[in-house]
């Protein structure tokens, strides 16, 4: 039996650390497995890497420990693997957009009139007949379709929705492929959501939210925290002489501890949002 893939041979791979020695590759996975819990909420296992959905898993290897792992990587190697990296999300970016259009597509069909016209030839009318028995196919196979006389009697405008409201069929336990393709997904839908709340914050409340500023801020408190160990119970906040450490690097440490809590701060109290007219 095929030994299962884990999420340490996903991230060896993408960051071409299959190499190095045991003792480094501990180190990875002990970075990895923190990540994973501090991200999903649950404890790594193999069993639950290999369960979780597709766009989960790029999330996690090419975006949430991406920062974390360009550090452990030799430099000669990170700008070359960032560049892979980028082209990979391009190229998979592409292809939701692809899925995306052809969704829409399919879609809009759903609200194009197919009515019956008494002034077109027999030919036209038998085409418009053809198309409504196509898309309703394509949105459920086993929904029982309208014959043609009924079409005929049916008023204007009529719809290819129209048929599927009214349709006896219970479509919320068909598993069919084209049922899943037309449900848009919860990211797709969460993310014209956002859009919505940012429009509205703008329009309504002449405010706006400073995204860059969030992506700052979440990148110095994952950097920072990256840099802690297991054991670190309190930050350097002030100069302590009996440490043995320099005074100046005391003095930056604290900045930078300084800086992590200002974030950390700004993401509890989500001081993000900013007057349009000021």
């Known amino acids: 039996m095929p030994k299962k893939r884990t999420i340490y041979d996903d991230v060896f791979e993408i960051y071409e650390l299959q190499k190095k020695d045991i003792k480094f590759k501990k180190r990875i996975r002990s970075a990895v497995t923190r990540k994973y819990h501090k991200e ?72 194009d009139d197919i009515s019956f016209n008494p002034n077109a030839t027999e030919e036209e009318n038998q085409q418009k007949y053809n198309n409504l028995i196509s898309i309703l196919n394509q949105y459920n196979p086993k929904m029982t379709a309208p014959k043609f006389e009924d079409w005929k009697r049916q008023p204007s405008p009529i719809r290819p929705i129209d048929y599927i409201k009214s349709s006896q069929f219970d479509y919320e336990y068909r598993d ?18 956002i859009q ?19 992506r700052e801020t ?36 604290i900045h930078a501890n300084r800086e992590y809590i200002k974030c950390k701060e700004m993401l509890s109290n989500l001081d993000f949002i900013e007057d349009l007219d000021g």
């Open 218 to 253: 979440l990148k110095v408190t994952k950097q920072f925290e990256m840099t802690l160990d297991d054991d670190t119970e309190m930050l350097l906040k002030e100069y302590n002489p009996v440490l043995g450490i320099d005074k100046q690097e005391q003095e930056n440490i």
């Open 176 to 193: 069919d492929e084209e049922h899943i393709d037309i449900i848009p997904t919860d990211n797709e839908v969460n993310n014209i959501a």
């Open 196 to 214: 919505c709340i940012l429009k509205i914050i703008e329009e309504d409340f002449r405010k706006k939210v400073n995204i860059q500023s969030i």
């Open 40 to 111: 999903f909420k649950v404890r790594y296992t193999p069993e639950d890497w290999e369960s979780r959905k597709e766009s989960d898993k790029e999330v996690f290897l090419y975006s949430t420990i991406r920062d974390c792992m360009m550090k452990k990587i030799d430099k000669s190697k990170r700008e070359r693997i960032s560049k892979k990296i980028d082209e990979y999300l391009k190229a998979t970016f592409a292809e939701y957009d692809k899925a995306l259009e052809k969704h829409n597509t399919k879609r809009e069909k759903l609200y």
